[in-house]
T-cell receptor
């Protein structure tokens, strides 16, 4: 099976702009979780989607949002970008009822 | 919510020695504890995991132990090799079938020297 894929791999934006990141899970996986990874804060949970519904949410401001499509692909959006949003954004997919999360390669977002 | 603390933040060992990384968690409802290895510029990869109904699990040179009473779990790597150099993350959480959430520790940078 193909692994989790994320696009784009790199993004450079300026403050105030918005950005949309995409994640395609492993075939058959219906759960997609998003994480923000920074050197100072480590891996922080953003939200999880299962069958197009958000099931869990981390402690991030409302500028961070997401959605999931019927084919389980997921997107996350960050509006009004701030310098502190510069990070590696990772998504992970999980099989239904399974614990193991498989990570994608990440999208490196730089906000100037 | 869950809080996972991980120590040490950096660890340097000589090739062939053992390495131990420790994590504590706060939520007694957590029942799943994975360990991920992340090499520079790469995605986190699961190396071993343990569920709360098991006290110890081993896979070749890697083992994980879990003490539910004390709410801590540890990763043990024996006979370390240079390719073990990476950042290791522990995590705690669980899933209800349709929902899951993992809380990660802050990572341990392991350096295996020749």
């Amino acid at each position: 099976k193909a692994g989790v894929t994320q696009t784009p791999r790199y993004l450079i934006k300026t403050r105030g702009q918005q950005v949309t990141l995409s994640c395609s899970p492993i075939s058959g996986h219906r759960s997609v979780s998003w994480y923000q990874q920074t050197p100072g804060q480590g891996l922080q949970f953003l939200f999880e989607y299962f069958s197009e519904t958000q099931r869990n949410k981390g402690n991030f401001p409302g500028r961070f949002s997401g959605r999931q499509f019927s084919n389980s692909r997921s997107e996350m959006n960050v509006s009004t970008l701030e310098l502190g949003d510069s990070a590696l954004y990772l998504c992970a997919s999980r099989g239904t009822g399974r614990d193991t999360q498989y990570f994608g390669p990440g999208t490196r977002l730089t906000v100037l | 919510g869950e809080n996972v603390e991980q120590h040490p933040s950096t660890l340097s060992v000589q090739e062939g020695d053992s390495a131990v990384i420790k994590c504590t968690y706060s939520d007694s409802a957590s029942n799943y504890f994975p360990w991920y290895k992340q090499e520079l510029g790469k995605r986190p990869q699961l190396i071993i995991d343990i569920r709360s109904n098991v006290g110890e699990k081993k896979d070749q040179r890697i083992a994980v132990t879990l003490n539910k009473t004390a709410k801590h779990f540890s990763l043990h790597i024996t006979e370390t090799q240079p390719e073990d150099s990476a950042v290791y993350f522990c995590a705690g959480g669980g899933n209800t079938g349709t929902a899951s959430k993992l809380t990660f520790g802050t990572g341990t940078r392991l350096q295996v020297t020749l």
